[in-house]
Nanobody, 121 residues
């Protein structure tokens, strides 16, 4: 059973930084599950939003609200999300995701359990 384990969430003041990490385990060798990985987030009473994604060629895409502040990197089955200049609007539960179609559709596939990021003003 493929598992995505996240770490690195927490609380920070506005303008601060946090780094999230996610490692995929138990991935069968014959699949392309970790070809694409990324992060989604969901704020309280908000809809799910794609934050960033990256593929095996290290091609990265970012949501409009985080461009220039967040950086996603990938090393095999592990990704990190460096978040700088955080604002209260970044407060959300952040989910690690694996699978290109999962990232494209924002549903299905493999999801982590979520890690809370709270930014205070």
């Amino acid at each position: 059973q493929v598992q995505l384990v996240e770490s690195g969430g927490g609380s920070v003041q506005a303008g601060g930084s946090l780094r999230l990490s996610c490692t995929a385990s138990a991935v069968p060798d014959y699949t392309y599950i970790t070809y694409c990985m990324g992060w989604f987030r969901q704020a309280p009473e908000g809809s799910r939003e794609k934050v960033a994604s990256i593929d095996i060629t290290n091609s990265a895409l970012y949501g409009e609200g985080v461009k220039g502040r967040f950086t996603i990197t990938k090393d095999n089955a592990r990704i990190t999300l460096q978040m700088n200049n955080l604002t209260p609007e970044d407060t959300a539960v952040y989910y690690c995701v694996a699978g290109c179609m999962t990232i494209l559709n924002g549903a299905g596939g493999y999801w982590g359990q979520g890690t809370q990021v709270t930014v205070s003003s």
